[in-house]
Protein backbone atom coordinates (compact mmCIF):
# COMPACT_ATOMS: atom_id res chain seq x y z
CA UNK A 1 0.00 0.00 0.00
CA UNK A 2 2.85 2.45 -1.42
CA UNK A 3 0.21 5.20 -2.36
CA UNK A 4 -0.06 8.19 -0.10
CA UNK A 5 -3.60 7.92 -1.17
CA UNK A 6 -6.02 5.72 0.05
CA UNK A 7 -8.37 6.31 -3.30
CA UNK A 8 -8.05 7.71 -6.56
CA UNK A 9 -9.83 8.91 -9.17
CA UNK A 10 -8.47 9.89 -12.43
CA UNK A 11 -10.77 11.05 -15.27
CA UNK A 12 -13.54 9.47 -13.99
CA UNK A 13 -16.25 9.48 -16.63
CA UNK A 14 -19.91 6.99 -16.64
CA UNK A 15 -22.26 7.05 -19.29
CA UNK A 16 -25.56 5.27 -19.23
CA UNK A 17 -27.12 5.34 -23.07
CA UNK A 18 -26.36 8.74 -24.01
CA UNK A 19 -25.87 10.89 -20.82
CA UNK A 20 -22.86 11.67 -19.65
CA UNK A 21 -23.80 11.12 -15.65
CA UNK A 22 -19.87 11.69 -14.07
CA UNK A 23 -17.65 13.90 -16.74
CA UNK A 24 -13.95 13.54 -16.29
CA UNK A 25 -13.52 13.72 -12.48
CA UNK A 26 -9.73 13.52 -10.97
CA UNK A 27 -9.58 13.43 -7.16
CA UNK A 28 -6.55 11.97 -4.74
CA UNK A 29 -8.63 11.24 -1.80
CA UNK A 30 -5.41 11.13 1.21
CA UNK A 31 -5.45 8.12 3.68
CA UNK A 32 -6.72 8.27 7.06
CA UNK A 33 -9.38 11.37 6.79
CA UNK A 34 -13.32 11.94 6.15
CA UNK A 35 -13.28 13.03 2.90
CA UNK A 36 -17.25 14.05 1.78
CA UNK A 37 -18.49 14.03 -1.62
CA UNK A 38 -20.76 17.26 -1.65
CA UNK A 39 -23.49 18.09 -3.92
CA UNK A 40 -26.86 18.66 -4.96
CA UNK A 41 -30.10 15.54 -5.28
CA UNK A 42 -28.95 13.60 -8.34
CA UNK A 43 -25.58 15.82 -8.81
CA UNK A 44 -23.76 12.19 -9.45
CA UNK A 45 -22.94 11.59 -5.84
CA UNK A 46 -24.22 7.37 -5.86
CA UNK A 47 -22.93 6.76 -9.25
CA UNK A 48 -19.55 7.61 -8.34
CA UNK A 49 -19.43 5.52 -4.98
CA UNK A 50 -21.02 2.52 -6.58
CA UNK A 51 -17.99 2.94 -9.12
CA UNK A 52 -15.81 3.23 -6.20
CA UNK A 53 -17.13 0.15 -4.15
CA UNK A 54 -16.74 -1.94 -7.53
CA UNK A 55 -20.59 -1.86 -7.91
CA UNK A 56 -21.05 -0.16 -11.15
CA UNK A 57 -18.69 -0.48 -14.61
CA UNK A 58 -16.66 2.86 -15.45
CA UNK A 59 -17.05 4.07 -18.47
CA UNK A 60 -13.73 6.05 -18.99
CA UNK A 61 -10.89 6.82 -16.46
CA UNK A 62 -9.22 4.66 -13.57
CA UNK A 63 -9.97 4.05 -9.78
CA UNK A 64 -7.03 2.96 -7.63
CA UNK A 65 -7.49 2.13 -4.31
CA UNK A 66 -4.28 2.08 -2.26
CA UNK A 67 -2.71 2.48 -5.52
CA UNK A 68 -3.81 -0.45 -6.91
CA UNK A 69 -5.94 -0.19 -10.16
CA UNK A 70 -9.48 -1.31 -9.83
CA UNK A 71 -10.06 -2.81 -13.59
CA UNK A 72 -6.68 -4.60 -13.67
CA UNK A 73 -6.61 -6.28 -10.05
CA UNK A 74 -10.44 -5.83 -9.21
CA UNK A 75 -10.25 -8.49 -6.11
CA UNK A 76 -7.12 -7.16 -4.77
CA UNK A 77 -8.64 -3.44 -4.68
CA UNK A 78 -11.90 -4.06 -4.18
CA UNK A 79 -10.89 -6.13 -0.47
CA UNK A 80 -9.72 -2.64 1.13
CA UNK A 81 -13.13 -1.05 0.75
CA UNK A 82 -16.17 -1.34 2.79
CA UNK A 83 -19.24 0.24 1.68
CA UNK A 84 -22.98 0.64 2.27
CA UNK A 85 -24.57 2.57 -0.76
CA UNK A 86 -28.58 1.12 0.46
CA UNK A 87 -29.92 0.54 3.45
CA UNK A 88 -27.73 -2.95 4.16
CA UNK A 89 -30.63 -5.63 5.45
CA UNK A 90 -30.80 -6.73 8.98
CA UNK A 91 -32.69 -9.37 10.77
CA UNK A 92 -35.12 -7.30 13.48
CA UNK A 93 -35.55 -10.11 15.40
CA UNK A 94 -32.14 -11.45 15.82
CA UNK A 95 -29.62 -9.07 18.15
CA UNK A 96 -27.09 -7.22 16.58
CA UNK A 97 -24.56 -9.42 17.52
CA UNK A 98 -26.74 -12.61 15.57
CA UNK A 99 -26.88 -10.41 12.54
CA UNK A 100 -22.90 -9.93 12.61
CA UNK A 101 -22.22 -13.20 12.85
CA UNK A 102 -24.98 -14.42 10.67
CA UNK A 103 -22.72 -12.03 7.58
CA UNK A 104 -19.11 -13.34 9.28
CA UNK A 105 -20.67 -16.80 8.15
CA UNK A 106 -20.30 -15.65 4.38
CA UNK A 107 -16.99 -13.95 4.59
CA UNK A 108 -14.39 -16.21 5.44
CA UNK A 109 -11.45 -15.83 8.31
CA UNK A 110 -13.41 -13.05 10.77
CA UNK A 111 -12.94 -14.12 14.26
CA UNK A 112 -15.59 -13.61 16.84
CA UNK A 113 -13.01 -11.05 18.49
CA UNK A 114 -13.03 -9.43 14.78
CA UNK A 115 -16.87 -9.31 15.43
CA UNK A 116 -16.37 -8.05 18.99
CA UNK A 117 -14.19 -5.33 17.75
CA UNK A 118 -16.17 -3.87 15.19
CA UNK A 119 -19.29 -3.61 17.18
CA UNK A 120 -16.86 -1.56 19.75
CA UNK A 121 -15.43 0.94 17.03
CA UNK A 122 -18.90 1.95 16.08
CA UNK A 123 -19.74 2.18 20.03
CA UNK A 124 -22.45 -0.40 19.84
CA UNK A 125 -20.88 -2.60 22.47
CA UNK A 126 -23.06 -1.92 25.34
CA UNK A 127 -26.07 -2.60 23.05
CA UNK A 128 -24.31 -5.84 20.97
CA UNK A 129 -26.07 -8.01 22.33
CA UNK A 130 -30.00 -6.41 22.26
CA UNK A 131 -32.53 -7.28 19.03
CA UNK A 132 -31.86 -5.13 16.55
CA UNK A 133 -36.16 -3.88 16.82
CA UNK A 134 -35.51 -2.59 19.64
CA UNK A 135 -32.43 -0.12 18.18
CA UNK A 136 -32.98 3.84 17.12
CA UNK A 137 -32.07 4.20 13.57
CA UNK A 138 -29.03 5.60 14.55
CA UNK A 139 -28.33 2.15 16.12
CA UNK A 140 -29.00 0.40 12.99
CA UNK A 141 -26.56 2.38 11.09
CA UNK A 142 -23.66 1.45 13.55
CA UNK A 143 -24.58 -1.95 12.93
CA UNK A 144 -24.79 -1.58 9.27
CA UNK A 145 -21.14 0.25 9.02
CA UNK A 146 -20.06 -2.79 12.04
CA UNK A 147 -21.01 -5.18 9.12
CA UNK A 148 -19.18 -3.10 6.73
CA UNK A 149 -15.81 -3.01 8.43
CA UNK A 150 -16.02 -6.57 9.70
CA UNK A 151 -13.17 -7.84 7.23
CA UNK A 152 -11.22 -4.89 8.20
CA UNK A 153 -11.65 -2.87 5.31
CA UNK A 154 -9.05 0.39 5.13
CA UNK A 155 -11.52 2.61 2.95
CA UNK A 156 -15.52 2.95 4.15
CA UNK A 157 -17.63 4.45 1.90
CA UNK A 158 -20.77 5.36 3.33
CA UNK A 159 -23.34 7.16 0.73
CA UNK A 160 -25.48 9.44 2.68
CA UNK A 161 -24.86 8.32 6.08
CA UNK A 162 -26.90 11.54 7.72
CA UNK A 163 -30.02 10.42 5.89
CA UNK A 164 -32.95 10.28 8.67
CA UNK A 165 -30.56 11.19 11.99
CA UNK A 166 -31.10 13.88 14.11
CA UNK A 167 -28.52 16.44 15.47
CA UNK A 168 -27.48 13.81 18.60
CA UNK A 169 -27.56 10.89 16.03
CA UNK A 170 -25.18 12.92 13.66
CA UNK A 171 -23.07 14.06 16.50
CA UNK A 172 -22.54 10.47 17.27
CA UNK A 173 -21.96 9.04 13.55
CA UNK A 174 -19.20 11.95 13.65
CA UNK A 175 -17.80 10.41 16.82
CA UNK A 176 -17.37 7.06 15.59
CA UNK A 177 -16.02 8.04 12.18
CA UNK A 178 -13.55 9.89 14.29
CA UNK A 179 -12.72 6.67 16.54
CA UNK A 180 -12.15 4.90 13.37
CA UNK A 181 -10.16 7.51 11.65
CA UNK A 182 -8.02 8.18 14.57
CA UNK A 183 -7.48 4.20 15.56
CA UNK A 184 -7.69 2.13 12.74
CA UNK A 185 -6.19 5.06 10.24
CA UNK A 186 -9.37 4.00 8.18
CA UNK A 187 -10.45 6.51 5.04
CA UNK A 188 -14.05 7.71 5.01
CA UNK A 189 -15.45 8.84 2.44
CA UNK A 190 -19.54 10.47 3.03
CA UNK A 191 -21.65 12.00 0.48
CA UNK A 192 -24.22 14.48 1.46
CA UNK A 193 -26.13 17.57 0.21
CA UNK A 194 -26.73 18.74 3.30
CA UNK A 195 -23.45 21.53 3.71
CA UNK A 196 -23.59 21.69 7.79
CA UNK A 197 -23.63 18.31 7.99
CA UNK A 198 -20.74 17.64 6.12
CA UNK A 199 -18.70 20.96 7.80
CA UNK A 200 -19.10 19.12 10.68
CA UNK A 201 -18.08 15.49 10.05
CA UNK A 202 -15.05 16.21 7.25
CA UNK A 203 -11.71 16.90 6.49
CA UNK A 204 -11.88 17.46 2.84
CA UNK A 205 -14.88 18.29 0.40
CA UNK A 206 -15.28 17.73 -3.33
CA UNK A 207 -17.90 19.54 -4.62
CA UNK A 208 -19.93 17.76 -7.37
CA UNK A 209 -22.73 19.32 -9.83
CA UNK A 210 -24.29 17.96 -12.79
CA UNK A 211 -21.62 15.50 -12.83
CA UNK A 212 -18.88 17.16 -12.83
CA UNK A 213 -16.19 18.39 -10.12
CA UNK A 214 -16.73 22.18 -8.86
CA UNK A 215 -14.01 22.55 -6.21
CA UNK A 216 -11.85 20.23 -3.55
CA UNK A 217 -9.97 21.11 -0.94
CA UNK A 218 -9.60 21.70 3.09
CA UNK A 219 -13.08 22.72 4.26
CA UNK A 220 -11.08 25.65 6.00
CA UNK A 221 -9.77 26.39 2.38
CA UNK A 222 -13.15 26.30 0.85
CA UNK A 223 -14.37 28.95 3.39
CA UNK A 224 -12.03 31.67 3.28
CA UNK A 225 -9.58 30.88 0.04
CA UNK A 226 -6.07 31.85 0.75
CA UNK A 227 -5.81 34.28 3.29
CA UNK A 228 -8.03 36.83 2.19
CA UNK A 229 -10.79 37.75 4.18
CA UNK A 230 -14.00 39.70 3.96
CA UNK A 231 -14.69 42.53 6.14
CA UNK A 232 -16.96 45.75 7.15
CA UNK A 233 -16.04 48.77 7.76
CA UNK A 234 -18.01 51.16 9.86
CA UNK A 235 -17.31 54.63 8.76
CA UNK A 236 -18.48 58.50 9.36
CA UNK A 237 -18.21 59.45 5.80
CA UNK A 238 -18.28 56.76 2.53
CA UNK A 239 -18.20 59.16 0.05
CA UNK A 240 -13.98 59.51 -0.41
CA UNK A 241 -13.48 55.41 0.03
CA UNK A 242 -12.80 55.47 -3.95
CA UNK A 243 -9.98 57.51 -3.59
CA UNK A 244 -8.84 56.54 -0.30
CA UNK A 245 -8.42 53.20 -1.73
CA UNK A 246 -6.44 54.11 -4.82
CA UNK A 247 -4.03 56.05 -2.45
CA UNK A 248 -3.04 52.87 -1.12
CA UNK A 249 -2.63 51.19 -4.44
CA UNK A 250 -6.19 49.08 -3.58
CA UNK A 251 -7.60 47.22 -6.50
CA UNK A 252 -10.06 45.35 -4.12
CA UNK A 253 -13.56 45.74 -5.28
CA UNK A 254 -15.76 47.25 -2.39
CA UNK A 255 -19.38 47.16 -1.68
CA UNK A 256 -21.01 50.63 -0.08
CA UNK A 257 -23.39 49.62 2.59
CA UNK A 258 -25.89 51.53 5.03
CA UNK A 259 -22.55 52.84 7.86
CA UNK A 260 -19.71 51.89 5.56
CA UNK A 261 -18.20 49.28 3.23
CA UNK A 262 -17.49 45.76 2.63
CA UNK A 263 -14.13 44.57 1.40
CA UNK A 264 -11.92 41.65 0.93
CA UNK A 265 -8.51 42.09 1.99
CA UNK A 266 -5.67 40.54 3.72
CA UNK A 267 -4.47 41.05 7.39
CA UNK A 268 -2.16 43.37 6.14
CA UNK A 269 -4.23 45.32 3.53
CA UNK A 270 -6.80 45.94 6.28
CA UNK A 271 -4.40 47.68 8.59
CA UNK A 272 -3.00 49.92 5.27
CA UNK A 273 -6.70 50.66 4.54
CA UNK A 274 -7.73 51.40 8.09
CA UNK A 275 -4.19 53.60 8.21
CA UNK A 276 -5.25 55.50 5.37
CA UNK A 277 -8.94 56.23 6.45
CA UNK A 278 -7.68 57.96 9.56
CA UNK A 279 -5.08 59.51 7.64
CA UNK A 280 -7.76 61.42 6.19
CA UNK A 281 -9.30 62.40 8.96
CA UNK A 282 -12.26 59.12 8.54
CA UNK A 283 -13.81 58.13 11.51
CA UNK A 284 -13.28 54.35 11.42
CA UNK A 285 -16.22 53.17 14.07
CA UNK A 286 -15.44 49.45 13.79
CA UNK A 287 -13.76 46.60 11.64
CA UNK A 288 -15.55 43.32 11.52
CA UNK A 289 -15.25 40.20 9.88
CA UNK A 290 -18.36 39.36 7.56
CA UNK A 291 -18.86 35.74 8.31
CA UNK A 292 -18.62 33.65 5.18
CA UNK A 293 -20.09 30.53 5.90
CA UNK A 294 -19.51 27.02 3.76
CA UNK A 295 -23.09 27.35 2.44
CA UNK A 296 -21.80 31.37 1.08
CA UNK A 297 -19.06 29.44 -0.81
CA UNK A 298 -21.03 26.27 -2.03
CA UNK A 299 -24.06 28.81 -3.57
CA UNK A 300 -21.14 30.83 -4.77
CA UNK A 301 -19.25 27.80 -6.36
CA UNK A 302 -22.65 25.97 -7.66
CA UNK A 303 -24.07 29.06 -8.97
CA UNK A 304 -26.67 30.13 -6.36
CA UNK A 305 -27.89 26.38 -6.59
CA UNK A 306 -30.01 27.41 -9.93
CA UNK A 307 -30.14 24.40 -12.17
CA UNK A 308 -28.84 24.89 -15.38
N1 LIG B 1 -29.47 3.78 -14.41
C1 LIG B 1 -29.60 5.06 -14.74
N2 LIG B 1 -30.08 5.40 -15.95
C2 LIG B 1 -30.21 6.69 -16.32
N3 LIG B 1 -29.91 7.73 -15.53
C3 LIG B 1 -29.44 7.45 -14.31
C4 LIG B 1 -29.25 6.12 -13.84
N4 LIG B 1 -28.76 6.16 -12.58
C5 LIG B 1 -28.65 7.47 -12.28
N5 LIG B 1 -29.06 8.25 -13.30
C6 LIG B 1 -29.06 9.73 -13.33
O1 LIG B 1 -27.77 10.16 -13.02
C7 LIG B 1 -27.80 11.34 -12.23
C8 LIG B 1 -26.98 11.16 -10.97
O2 LIG B 1 -27.62 10.25 -10.10
P1 LIG B 1 -27.03 9.87 -8.67
O3 LIG B 1 -28.00 8.96 -8.02
O4 LIG B 1 -25.64 9.43 -8.82
O5 LIG B 1 -27.05 11.29 -7.96
P2 LIG B 1 -26.89 11.66 -6.42
O6 LIG B 1 -26.00 12.83 -6.40
O7 LIG B 1 -26.48 10.47 -5.65
O8 LIG B 1 -28.33 12.11 -6.04
P3 LIG B 1 -29.21 11.86 -4.71
O9 LIG B 1 -28.65 12.80 -3.69
O10 LIG B 1 -30.57 12.23 -5.17
O11 LIG B 1 -29.05 10.41 -4.35
C9 LIG B 1 -29.26 11.63 -11.98
O12 LIG B 1 -29.66 12.63 -12.86
C10 LIG B 1 -29.94 10.31 -12.26
O13 LIG B 1 -31.24 10.54 -12.73
Excluded: W
Excluded at 239 to 246: K, M, Q
Amino acid sequence: MGSKYALQLQNLTKKIGRTTIIDDITLNIPKGEVFGLLGPNGSGKTTMIRMMAGLMKITKGEIFIHGINIKKDFEGAIKHVGAIVENPELYKFLTGYQNLQHYARMVPGISEERIKEAASLVKLDQRIYDKVDTYSLGMRQRLGVAQALLHRPSVLILDEPTNGLDPAGIRELRDYLRHLTDTEGTTVVVSSHMLLEMELLCDRLAIIRNGRLLDEGHIKDLIHSDDQVPVRFNVDDKSRIHDILSQVNSKAKYKQIMDGFEITLSKEEIAVVNAALVANGIKVYGINPVTKTLEDSFLQITGDGEDE
